[in-house]
């Protein structure tokens, strides 16, 4: 500076000579050069020298491979995706000197402590000591409901110093050939958190699509003996001793049946929750369900093993009406244990399979009502025809795009083979529950038949009672007199489906019968909602799941993706609770109140009001569980 103002300009020589006259200043200033953290600032624009003394001082070492370092460089590594590389290392270059270098910082996670990790023998895919992980992330809760930086506290159930955790598995669609097993572990303790992905913690990814596969019953069974373990001897964590027990079991209920050891749910006593036979599905069951008990389902599988010893080359229809003539499903031992006893409809599963059902119901409709040939395309109708009417609603009214672009290839490619089916995320069936309302009055303003319109009275009542009993059994948190009114609304939406529709099935009757019995159960075992046996949270999983896969390798995938998954919702925000965050979901659904007319009124338009003279005679003998006289008169064309 010259005193003017003006900046005095170095070339690249005086730079470096300056460089080195203020390096030896510092080496003076704090000894021989093994102490340079007070002087990390002055040369970090220097990245040779800076290289050069990194090596050299190991406080700057230490300094390094601190915490706050560590957890900046994870932090920036693994949040808003896992990055790569290239990335990383490009980032570090442009400004961020205090990121640790790649290749250290892998060598760090790779020896991070971790549970032990256990390979399948013949199958791809990973899991870890049950036991061990557990415990690092009850120590995860414990920290986290200590530390002043987050709102999060441990909510104990009215039980102190005991934790309660469910362990559940689905299909993960991570592209592979045949896709792949999750298994997830969750702490009831945390509250509405275990309904994001990030409070389901991986414990278990095989690489099959095969849930029944052999050595994922054996693994079921090695869980079964961890979970006896953990809550036989519970465990101490900073000198506290903590109880801990396995209380569900979220899953749908054809993994359930794999982890119950029985039959699946095509058996002639088809549901894991009761002991009902399949002709009886669609008769109306009075009183509470009969449960299977656990001595039973020990003795009819012992049972069915001393008879598949005594006639090894049976085949599988004859040991199937073995079971069956033992009033059972069960062919094997638990391989979970009595943790099965304890096993709640999962309601997500529900919620989606039976909106699904509506929606299949109401393209069933539109498509009788069409005049489109088998040969023509969805473009090819004109714009009043039902079909189009349906697709353009879809988009527009419900905003369910995929559901919509699979019902355009199913009619332009599949319809002559084969009903129209869609498997509903959460997403889609919480859209339809929404919206059918306005769905069925934008399709009845069409040239429909009077079968037709009949029939749509009939789903417009039915799934108005499902949309109640969607929204109860979907809580978290109890709703009072939530069991009745599952109950009541719930038995409406069946009578309605046996009586008129006549397509009762195993999922219609878990509906009526089995989900208010569950609701009714988990208030009174955890003063809770049906909604703490969500699969949502483990569902949201996959979609990390594969966010993880893509950052890599087909050779390594199942490891890194584990690792991925704990250093991401387990490690990190170990090292710092604040990164730890929650975020409700969006997707509410739409509570529908009825009116004063009736107890089912929903709208003033007269050809799909509930409060209408044919609504009011559904009504009347879903109430009573009989199709009266007037209603064979103005329903006999279907009847």
């Known amino acids: 500076m010259d005193g003017s103002g003006d900046t005095l300009t170095l070339g690249k020589t005086q730079r470096y000579e300056r460089a080195k006259e203020t390096t030896r200043a510092l080496q003076a200033v704090h000894g021989d050069g093994n102490e340079l953290v007070g002087a990390w600032a002055f040369i970090n624009h220097n990245k040779s020298k800076r290289d050069q003394l990194f090596s050299q001082s190991k406080s700057v070492s230490d300094f390094s491979l601190s915490v706050p370092c560590i957890t900046k460089s994870l932090t920036v590594m693994y949040k808003g995706g896992v990055m790569n590389k290239r990335k990383y290392q490009a980032l570090r270059s442009s400004g961020m000197a205090d990121l640790f270098p790649y290749g250290k910082l892998i060598e760090h996670v790779n020896g991070l402590r971790r549970p032990e990790i256990f390979s399948f023998p013949t199958i791809d895919g990973q899991y870890s000591n049950l036991e061990e992980h557990v415990r690092l992330i009850l120590e995860y809760y414990i920290k986290l409901d200590k530390s002043q930086n987050n709102s999060f506290q441990i909510d104990w159930m009215g039980k102190p110093n005991h934790f309660q955790l469910a362990f559940g598995g689905d299909g993960a669609p991570i592209g592979t050939t045949d896709g792949a097993t999750s298994m997830l572990v969750s702490v009831l303790n945390a509250g509405q958190r275990i309904q994001s992905r990030d409070h389901n913690h991986l414990v278990c990814l095989a690489g099959t699509g ?16 961890w979970i006896q373990k953990i809550e036989n001897s519970g465990m101490e964590i900073e000198n506290v001793q903590y109880s801990v027990s396995f209380e569900l079991l979220p899953c749908d209920q054809k993994f359930l049946t794999i982890m119950a050891g029985e039959l699946s749910n095509s058996a002639t006593y088809p549901s894991t929750f009761a002991n009902i036979h399949k002709d009886d599905l669609k008769k109306f069951t009075p009183g509470p369900i009969q449960t299977w008990s656990y001595a039973k389902r020990l003795s009819d599988a012992a049972k069915v093993r001393a008879f598949k010893l005594k006639n090894p ?11 069956a003539s033992l009033k059972s499903r069960q062919e094997f031992l638990p391989p979970i244990g009595k943790v099965v006893d304890k ?22 409709e539109v498509v009788t009502s069409s005049k489109a040939h088998k040969s023509q395309k969805l473009s090819d109708l004109a714009n ?18 995929k559901v919509a672009k699979k019902f355009v290839n199913w009619f332009d490619n599949e319809r002559a083979n084969s009903d129209f089916s869609c498997r509903f995320t959460g997403e889609d069936s919480t859209k339809v529950a929404n919206n059918y309302l306005s769905l069925l009055k934008k399709l009845v303003s069409t040239p429909l038949s009077s079968q037709c319109v009949r029939r749509f009275h009939v789903i417009a009542y039915m799934a108005f009672h499902l949309s109640q009993v969607t929204v109860i059994m979907s809580k978290f948190n109890p709703t009072p007199d939530g069991a009745e009114l599952a109950e009541k609304h719930a038995g409406l939406y069946f009578a309605a489906h046996n009586l008129f529709l006549d397509t009762v099935g195993l999922q219609e009757w878990t509906l009526a019968y089995v989900v208010p019995a569950h609701v009714r159960q988990a208030s009174d075992r955890f003063d809770k909602g049906l909604g703490v046996n969500s699969t949502q949270g483990r569902e949201a999983k996959h979609q990390a799941i594969k966010a993880y896969k893509a950052k890599t390798s087909p050779q390594t995938l199942y490891a890194k993706i584990m690792t991925h998954e704990y250093i991401d919702c387990l490690y990190l925000p170990t090292l710092d609770p604040s990164l730890e965050s929650y975020t409700p979901s969006k997707r509410e659904l739409i509570v529908l109140n009825p009116g004063d007319c009736t107890d089912i009124h929903l709208c003033d338009d007269p050809q799909v009001c509930h409060c209408s003279r044919y609504m009011s005679i559904i009504h009347s003998c879903c109430q009573a569980r009989v199709v009266s006289s007037e209603a064979r008169q103005w329903f006999n064309a279907s009847l």
């Open 210 to 225: 095969k849930e029944s596969h052999l050595e994922i019953q054996e693994y079921l069974c090695r869980v079964g003996s």
């Open 313 to 323: 080359l049976s085949a599988r229809t004859r040991i199937t009406k073995q079971i």
């Open 343 to 364: 096993a709640l409809i999962d309601p997500l599963h529900v919620k989606n399979n039976t909106w699904e059902k509506v929606n299949r119901l109401i393209v069933a």
């Open 384 to 401: 009043d025809d039902p079909v189009k009417v349906y697709h353009s609603a879809l988009k527009t009214i419900v905003k369910a795009g």
